[in-house]
Nanobody, 126 residues
């Protein structure tokens, strides 16, 4: 059974940076595509970024492209989300998710991921 644990959230001011971590157990980042999603109060869960298991290609939502960077370290089975130039609109609970068989056309849709972390709160004040 794959388990995901997120960390790194917090309260920051607009313009600041945070790095979120997602550590996998029971599976490896070499085999699982990992995505980051976020959910703000009253809004649906939305795609943020993903890194594919095969080849490591990265994918971003338009709202974070150029500000956020997803990366991974196979040696510690961890995927990172570096968030720069944070805005109040980035305030949400951030979740990482993993799936071993997800196809490229599905990586932006949370329903296609089998495993989820518990979430970490990111709050950006203006």
């Amino acid at each position: 059974q794959v388990q995901l644990v997120e960390s790194g959230g917090g309260l920051v001011q607009a313009g600041a940076s945070l790095r979120l971590s997602c550590t996998l157990s029971g599976g490896t980042t070499r085999r699982y595509t990992v995505g980051w999603f976020r959910e703000a109060p009253g809004k649906e869960r939305e795609f943020v970024a993903a890194i594919r298991s095969n080849g490591g290609s990265t994918h971003y939502s338009d709202s974070v492209k150029g500000r956020f960077t997803i990366s991974r370290d196979h040696t510690v089975n961890t995927v990172y989300l570096q968030m720069n130039s944070l805005k109040p609109d980035d305030t949400a609970v951030y979740y990482c998710a993993a799936d071993a068989g997800i196809i490229l056309s599905s990586i932006r849709y949370h329903i296609h991921y089998d495993y989820w972390g518990q979430g970490t709160q990111v709050t950006v004040s203006s």
